[in-house]
Nanobody
Framework: QVQLVESGGGSVQAGGSLRLSCRAS????????MGWFRQGLGNEREGVAT???????TYADSVKGRFTISEDNAKNTLYLQMNSLKPEDTAMYFC??????????????????????WGQGTQVTVSS
């Protein structure tokens, strides 16, 4: 059973920064795709950023240039550095992962929409 535990959420003012962490019970080198999703109140869940085992990273257009996804393989931890935060970034943020890719889905925010493993989420609130 894969476990993903997020941390780092909180409340910040617009323009501020937060770094989310996702500690995983799996080896990153054996994981096909990892990433971050978010769901704001009354909104559908959306992909924020992905990181593929072969190194490619993708971002939602709304966060490009402001958010950075990275990983520390030694710590089995995925990060999301969020800068220049806006009120519209307010949401519950979830870490997700897939070990394999039997359906040949691309590890990209536009394609990877149904990961098999999820964390419990961490709340990010940005005030104006």
């Amino acid at each position: 059973q894969v476990q993903l535990v997020e941390s780092g959420g909180g409340s910040v003012q617009a323009g501020g920064s937060l770094r989310l962490s996702c500690r995983a019970s799996l080896k990153f080198g054996s994981t096909y795709c990892m990433g971050w999703f978010r769901q704001g109140l009354g909104n559908e869940r959306e992909g924020v950023a992905t990181s593929a085992v072969y190194g490619t990273k993708t971002y939602a257009d709304s966060v490009k240039g402001r958010f950075t996804i990275s990983e520390d393989n030694a710590k089995n931890t995925l990060y999301l550095q969020m800068n220049s935060l806006k009120p519209e970034d307010t949401a519950m943020y979830f870490c997700a992962a897939d070990l394999f890719n039997p359906s040949h889905v691309g590890c990209a925010v536009t394609d990877w929409v149904r990961p098999n493993f999820w964390g419990q989420g961490t709340q990010v609130t940005v005030s104006s």
